[in-house]
T-cell receptor, first 110, second 113 residues
Framework: NAGVTQTPKFQVLKTGQSMTLQCAQD?????MYWYRQDPGMGLRLIYY???????DKGEVPNGYNVSRLNKREFSLRLESAAPSQTSVYFC?????????FGSGTRLTVV | DAKTTQPPSMDCAEGRAANLPCNHS???????VYWYRQIHSQGPQYIIH???NNETNEMASLIITEDRKSSTLILPHATLRDTAVYYC??????????????FGKGTKLSVIP
């Protein structure tokens, strides 16, 4: 039982490059989320998917797109990376009692 | 705006109880109190949640005041592995508002040998 798996764990991008962060969960949860965490800060919600086939913006959606590929998978895409998107990205899935988070993707944009 | 207020940092001696306070004076009737922790730079980990009754599980106890305006997370016998940032969060258990898990800066708990 892996929980929430994120790939890659580390990534360095040049400004303007694009990439997709992958997330998969094996707990049959309906809801999935993408958060970012900047140094010394709490997590901020980028996008979420309440159920398969739906996505909604969170607190900081600008510069990102998401795809809920199926119930298990929720991807986050940066179309044109900017240095301000340097952060640690966490994917999560949830049932009402609580969330399970992945181990994070550490992204640096130079 | 954060719905909760927590002290930025606390110390606790190893083996002693760690009591982490949280103020949530504007909590609504349908909102639960959730606690998560983040060890080093790992993903946050769910600890416990409650509505108005005190709750206990294998990790911790949650004490909620009768007026529900504040709560305390208790780690009964803190170990060095409990050193982490602890987040107190309020949110509805279900429905549209339940998808917005808002993290503040939390309390940095340092367990001292």
């Amino acid at each position: 039982n892996a929980g929430v798996t994120q790939t890659p764990k580390f990534q360095v991008l040049k400004t303007g490059q694009s990439m997709t962060l992958q997330c998969a969960q094996d707990m049959n949860h309906n809801s999935m989320y993408w958060y970012r965490q900047d140094p010394g800060m709490g997590l901020r919600l980028i996008y979420y998917s309440a159920s398969e086939g739906t996505t909604d913006k969170g607190e900081v959606p600008n510069g990102y797109n998401v795809s809920r590929l199926n119930k298990r998978e929720f991807s986050l895409r940066l179309e044109s990376a900017a240095p301000s998107q340097t952060s640690v990205y966490f994917c999560a899935s949830s049932e009402p009692y609580g969330y399970t988070f992945g181990s994070g993707t550490r992204l640096t944009v130079v | 705006d954060a719905k909760t207020t927590q002290p930025p940092s606390m110390d606790c001696a190893e083996g002693r109880a760690a009591n982490l306070p949280c103020n949530h004076s504007t909590i609504s009737g349908n909102e639960y109190v959730y606690w998560y922790r983040q060890i080093h730079s790992q993903g946050p980990q769910y600890i416990i949640h409650g509505l108005k009754n005190n709750e206990t599980n294998e990790m911790a106890s949650l004490i909620i005041t009768e007026d529900r305006k504040s709560s305390t997370l208790i780690l009964p016998h803190a170990t060095l592995r409990d050193t982490a940032v602890y987040y107190c969060i309020v949110r509805p258990y279900s429905g549209a508002g339940s998808y917005q898990l808002t993290f503040g800066k939390g309390t940095k708990l340092s367990v001292i040998p």
